[in-house]
């Protein structure tokens, strides 16, 4: 299939959708002991399909290419964020660190080590023996 082209038969090919389930058998059971009749069964399940079915295609032919409009523009802003501002941004933020991680590094060493060599050579006579 054309990269450009539209699947009108799997309109769910990454499953986002999948937790999704309107099917009458999905939304709709009777439990074992309690069976209504068939007729009304068979009539139920018609009447709830029919009516999910043309509620769907009156909401989407409403709603649906605006949403798809809003949704577009919104992804698309999104994208620019984080193309123009967020990642800039966090590499800015990375060469910052990596600049402050050596002057704390030249910091710590100078002000610590000393003191941390002078404990060790301290403690380094320490002998522990069983008595």
């Known amino acids: 299939m ?6 009108m038969v799997n309109r769910d ?10 099917g009458f058998e999905d939304v709709i059971a009777e439990p074992d002991g309690v ?32 949403y798809a409009f809003f949704w577009g523009c919104e992804f698309a802003y999104l994208s620019f964020l984080h193309i123009w501002v967020i990642t800039p941004c ?3 933020y990375m060469i910052w660190l990596k600049s402050i991680k050596i002057i704390y590094g030249a910091c710590v060493r100078t002000c610590c ?9 301290c403690f380094s006579d320490i ?5």
């Not at 080590?113 to 050579?121: I, L, S, T, V």
């Not at 002998?127 to 008595?131: I, S, W, Y």
């Open 2 to 7: 054309d990269p450009g082209e539209i699947d």
């Open 13 to 22: 090919p990454s499953s986002i959708n999948a937790h999704v389930q309107v």
């Open 35 to 66: 069976h209504s009749p068939q007729c009304v069964w068979k009539l139920a399940n018609k009447c709830f399909t029919c009516s999910r079915d043309i509620a769907y295609t009156l909401l989407a032919l409403c709603y649906g290419v605006p």
């Open 90 to 92: 966090i590499s800015m």
């Open 113 to 121: 080590d000393p003191c941390f060599e002078a404990c060790g050579r």
């Open 127 to 131: 002998r522990v023996t069983k008595a």
